[in-house]
């Protein structure tokens, strides 16, 4: 089949203009951040942005997905609201959780962006389950799990893989590996031996490895997985490579406190995935510094309303306190 040259490039535009989105909303809550009206951690993805864009444009609107602790991208590049994302962090009733969870509990079921949680792997298995529905339903749909190179170290991650390949499930296992949970290296967490690609294939499923500041790199290696995985083919992991560029959790640098050096975060700095693929663009003359400044202010209109809109809302009622806590069935 030819694909009209039109499309790949409105294609590429989109990758393009979806990771700026997402760069622009992040910069922004790092900028209001210390005005102390968030009153929850954040966990930026600045630097990540790469491996949400590639995997969602990968995906359907009827996939699943779920997320962590660091979850903004992931929840917009599904097509998540950014109005009710801003609410909850600000914690506000108008929120996707009526801001009752804060930045970790974000969910827009309307996408299929099932939840975010922030116990690290607790929602692997819970992917898990949502591709074992799909298929005893016959949906058709995948279901994918983000997590962090640090989840691949709890023993639920490792259940769940085994689970997956059993039952030969449509899901997708996406890690994103920025070197570090929180503050500690490899080196300090994992011996020199453990090769989580040979790990993961112990245990029946298809492993690969891809450069996760590289959006076009991602979504092909995602699209291949679920096409497997929609074709009845099971499970696959994909480990990506990448790097976050702002402290652990907050909106500050933290290069100079010790675990990592300035050096290796301007190494990874000039590996900007918007930046690189901004070069890509601009060569190909589909990117412009004119057209630049036109998304960028598009999109800051955008995250400025949603804050406003965010602001505006009440904070959740006392009454509703005891609400969403237990389930009635
Ligand atoms: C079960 C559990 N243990 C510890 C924590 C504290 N914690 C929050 S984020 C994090 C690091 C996770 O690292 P990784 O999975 O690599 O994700 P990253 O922060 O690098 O994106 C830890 C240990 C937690 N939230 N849940
Ligand atoms: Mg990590």
Redesign the pocket.
């Known amino acids: 089949m030819m694909i009209d040259q039109s499309v790949r490039l409105e294609f590429k535009q989109n990758l393009y203009n979806e990771m700026l989105r997402i760069r622009t909303v992040e910069e922004r809550i790092a900028e209001l951040y210390s005005e102390q009206e968030m009153r929850c951690p954040v966990?930026l993805c600045i630097g990540q942005e790469a491996i949400a864009v590639g995997v969602s444009a990968a995906l359907q609107n009827r996939d699943y997905v779920f997320s962590?602790?660091?979850a903004h991208g992931h929840y917009l590049a599904k097509g998540g609201n950014l109005k009710a994302m801003m609410a909850e962090i600000y914690g506000k009733e108008g929120g996707c959780s009526q801001g009752n969870g804060g930045s970790m509990h974000l969910i827009d079921l309307s996408v299929n962006f099932m939840g975010s949680t922030?116990?690290?792997?607790?929602t692997i298995p819970v992917a898990v389950g949502a591709a074992f529905t799909a298929k005893i339903k016959k949906q058709h749909a995948v279901s994918v799990a983000y997590?962090?190179?640090?989840?691949t170290e709890?023993g639920v991650f490792h259940e769940s893989i085994n689970f997956a390949a059993t039952q030969n499930l449509p899901v997708i296992f996406i890690c994103?590996d920025?070197f570090?949970?929180?503050y500690s290296s490899f080196e300090e967490r994992q011996s020199a031996n453990r090769d989580i690609i040979k790990l993961v294939q112990g245990h029946g499923v298809n492993s690969f490895e891809g450069d996760g500041n590289n959006v076009e790199e991602v979504f092909n290696l995602t699209l291949s997985a679920v096409n497997r995985a929609r074709e009845g083919g099971g499970p696959s992991f994909i480990k990506l490579l990448t790097y976050?560029w702002r402290e652990?959790c907050g909106p500050n640098y933290d290069n100079d406190i010790g675990y990592r050096t300035e050096a290796e975060f301007l190494q990874w700095q000039a590996k900007c995935p918007l930046k690189a693929y901004e070069t890509i663009l601009m060569s190909m003359n589909i990117m412009s510094d004119a057209l630049y400044q036109k998304l960028f202010s598009e999109y800051l209109t955008e995250m400025n309303n949603a804050v406003q809109y965010a602001k505006s809302q009440p904070f959740p009622s006392i009454k509703n306190a005891f609400t969403d806590i237990f389930s009635a069935q």
Not at 118 to 122: A, L, M, Q, R, T
């Open positions: 966990h962590g602790h660091r922030p116990i690290v792997g607790s997590f962090g190179d640090g989840a709890t994103e920025n570090y949970s929180v976050r652990h």
